[in-house]
């Protein structure tokens, strides 16, 4: 154990207390490539480039920690596969579908800004699905309660009928659409990267078996890709309306912040909406020193996130959660909050690693003054939320 850690030794789990680890190697073979930050262009005068954000490396990272960290007693590990093509369609559209297999088949393609599909892109995309998939089911078929999904390329971003962010397919989106079809009758997603899950929402916006709750920068749309602005007033159409709740946090709002809008506003919106499956989306692009993002959170915040998704768990879900990769970007520090977060969810009475970084301060004040204006948006305008 490095000095980095806790002196004493973790004890061991519970019996049958573990989070089952899914992933497969073949998931490093995507590579966006280099450039200036995520673009891929090379402006000529620059001798050394980027490597694009979403690289190999940074889940290189997360899987070491998590096999060589002292959480490794409380893991099991198991293989995941690629998802076959008619379970790509539960989410995504046969036009979409048949666009990336063509892509794959013709050479690199540029979907849009920062999303590349090179040669490996597509075999990796396939093995992010299907190994979200078998996380699921190890949790629908009983053979656990716990299931995390370390997969690459990420997904929440991916919409039904494109691509956008990094994301080609919509992993979480397979997940919950499968829980649906396999008889859940209500699914609730609780997304903490540091950007909008708008495919996610998008594919579930009309629906009101999914309850979408996304804590996110306030960052907006960013081109023809990405329309949604992941506002408070984007609340779902139809049958879904009210259930698509945006959380837009400001820049820097930290580990307080976050507390408070996971115990103000997602806390009482899961108690209303009594899901039978809590799927957690995790992008540690929240983190303090993220090149993505601006939210300044640190382990000690991630940690906390992870405690209160197991509380809510274990009151309205069995306990069961489906833990589901997206975006972070440090190369170290994402792997240390993912570290932290899994503590969390493991509800561990004490750290097992201490925060190797210092870390910025926070506005506390100025983020409980825009949860509480969320609050009071929510009663005001979500049926199930008015006495919250």
Known sequence: MDSSSSSAAPAPPPAGENVAVFWHEGMLAHDAGRGVF???????????????????????????????????????????????????LSFHSSEYIE????????????FCEGTFLNPGSWGAALLAAGTTLSAVRHILDGHGKLAYALVRPPGHHAQPDHADGYCFLNNAGLAVQLALDSGRTKVAVVDIDV???????????????????SLHMNHGS???????????????????LGYNLNIPLPNGSGDAGYEY??????????????????????????????PNGRQCLTMDGYR????????????????????VQEGGYHISYSAYCLHATLEGVLSLQAPLLD??????????EYTRKVVDIIKKSWKESIPFLKDI
Do not use: C
């Open 195 to 213: 950007h909008y899950g708008n495919g996610t929402a998008e594919g579930f916006y009309r629906t009101d078996s999914v309850l979408t709750i």
């Open 99 to 110: 666009e990336l297999v063509q892509a794959n088949a013709n050479g690199p393609k540029k």
């Open 304 to 323: 906390k996130i992870g405690q209160v998704m197991r509380t809510m768990a274990n009151r309205h879900s069995d306990g069961q959660i489906l833990i």
């Open 261 to 290: 809008a996971m115990n103000e506003l997602v806390a009482p919106a899961i108690e209303k909406f009594q899901p039978q499956l809590l799927v957690f989306v995790i992008g540690q692009d929240s983190s303090a020193f993220d």
């Open 38 to 88: 995520d673009s891929g262009r090379d402006p000529g005068f620059l001798e050394v480039l980027d490597q694009h954000p979403e690289n190999a490396d940074r889940v290189r990272n997360m899987v070491s920690i998590l096999r060589r960290g002292p959480i490794a007693p409380f893991l099991s590990w198991h293989s995941g596969s690629p998802a076959h093509a008619s379970e790509l």
């Open 355 to 364: 925060d190797p970084i210092a870390y910025y301060p926070e506005d506390e």
């Open 222 to 240: 960013w081109g023809p890709s990405h329309p949604q602005n992941g506002s408070t007033d984007e609340i779902g159409q139809g049958r879904g």
